[in-house]
Structures are given as structure tokens and as C-alpha cells.
């Protein structure tokens, strides 16, 4: 596609609810990276896909995360059992690694728990 | 590992005030270093690059200069708009690290009329 996309771009939820939160990349692109920006924070790493290598999920906060990239392409990240504290706006961006380039950035999905 | 370090902010300035925004970094290879500018309720989207020393990034009235002998990458604009009014990032792309990307804290700046 012509950018990143991600889905829903607004989610509200109940606390405990499982959520998911989508992103379709830049075709061709083999990274993908989820980040986490609370209100009037900075970029907070969550995991990392690069092509058909295992993930870094080093940045995952909780066991209630997880996060899936099906086919080198459409990536999700699992929020169960919501907590207030989840609430942020959940980035996505994605970066072909065959060269020194940039990451292009999704315009997000802002989670809020209720 | 790699990390990037800028200025804490906010800053506010006034309208046609000089920005610097500063920015240094730690890689354990040679890397590509970026700005990233985030309008609010938007993603980041790019502002400049420069992927080798010496290199100058510009766009939209920003520059920033890759200075490997003392390993930053300011941010200046010599005039701001209100309409710069955003989050900040400086980042870096670096191969030798496992991640291979890595953000600074962002700064906040906002420009008054």
C-alpha cells in the first residue's frame, strides 16, 4: 500500500476485555515495529519482526501482550485483560532494512480503557 | 547498545525566534541518523536525514548536520511558525545493532504568536 496502516484508528474497551490492534506495512518492507507513547511521552519500544528471524519482544510490558506477524506482512498486537494503565496511543511503523532507511510510521491506534 | 540523546523539553518560542534542538548519539556502527516531527494526534512522520558524516539534512526550513567527531545531530530552523508546534524526534538506524533502530525522548516545542 501507499503507507502504513493501522486499525481501528480509535478503540474504546472495558477494563478486562482482550483487544487487537492491526497493522498492514509497507508492502515489501521485512521490519515492523510496535512502540507505545503515553499522553505527552516519548516512544516507548514494544517488539520487533525482522523477516522470518524470531521477534524481539524484549519491550513487551506484561504477559497480557503479544503480538503476531502472519506471513511477513499484517502484524498484530494482543492486549488482554485490559488495564487503565494500557491506555496510549499504540504506534506502528515499518522500514525496508536493505539499505540505511527510514521507518515510516502508521497514524496509530488510541487506546483508551475504561 | 545504541542510544540517542536530546534536549529535554518544552521549549517555547516566540514566532521567528532560532531553533536549536539538540541531539547526540551512541552507535556501535556507523549509522543513518533521522529527525521525526509528530503533529498532534498524528504519527511521526520524517523531517530530514543524513546517512554519512559531514551530510546535511534540510527540509521545510529545518537542517541538521551529521558531525561524527562529536557524534550529534542538531536541529535548527532559523525562523519558526506557529505551524511548528510538534514533538520532536531525533533517531538512529544503525545495522550493527540487533534492533537496528533507535529513538531519542522526543521534544515538545511550541511556538507563540
Known amino acids: 500500500g501507499a503507507g502504513v496502516s493501522q486499525s481501528p484508528s480509535n478503540k474504546v474497551t472495558e477494563k478486562g476485555k482482550d483487544v487487537e490492534l492491526r497493522c498492514d506495512p509497507i508492502?515489501?518492507?521485512?521490519?515492523l515495529y510496535w512502540y507505545r507513547q503515553s499522553l505527552g511521552q516519548g516512544l516507548e519500544f514494544l517488539i520487533y519482526?525482522?523477516?522470518?528471524?524470531?521477534?524481539?519482544k524484549s519491550g513487551l510490558p506484561s504477559d497480557r501482550f503479544s503480538a503476531e506477524r502472519t506471513g511477513g506482512s499484517v502484524s498484530t498486537l494482543t492486549i488482554q485483560r485490559t488495564q487503565q494503565e494500557d491506555s496510549a496511543v499504540y504506534l506502528c511503523?515499518?522500514?525496508?532494512?536493505?539499505?540505511?532507511?527510514?521507518?515510516?510510521f502508521g497514524q496509530g491506534t488510541r487506546l483508551t480503557v475504561v | 547498545g545504541d542510544s540517542v540523546t536530546q534536549m529535554e523539553g518544552p521549549v517555547t518560542l516566540s514566532e521567528e525566534a532560532f531553533l536549536t534542538i539538540n541531539c547526540t548519539y551512541t552507535a556501535t556502527g556507523y549509522p543513518s541518523l533521522f529527525w521525526y516531527v509528530q503533529y498532534p494526534g498524528e504519527g511521526l512522520q520524517l523531517l530530514l536525514k543524513?546517512?554519512?558524516?559531514?551530510d546535511k539534512g534540510s527540509n521545510k526550513g529545518f537542517e541538521a548536520t551529521y558531525r561524527k567527531e562529536t557524534t550529534s545531530f542538531h536541529l535548527e530552523k532559523g525562523s519558526v511558525q506557529v505551524s511548528d508546534s510538534a514533538v520532536y524526534f531525533c533517531?538512529?538506524?544503525?545495522?550493527?545493532?540487533?534492533?537496528?533502530?533507535?529513538f531519542g525522548s522526543g521534544t515538545q516545542l511550541t511556538v507563540l504568536p
Open positions: 508492502s515489501g518492507h521485512t521490519a
Open positions: 519482526f525482522q523477516g522470518n528471524s524470531a521477534p524481539d
Open positions: 511503523a515499518s522500514r525496508d532494512t536493505g539499505g540505511f532507511t527510514e521507518a515510516f
Open positions: 533517531a538512529l538506524s544503525d545495522r550493527g545493532s540487533a534492533r537496528q533502530l533507535t
Open positions: 543524513a546517512t554519512k558524516a559531514d
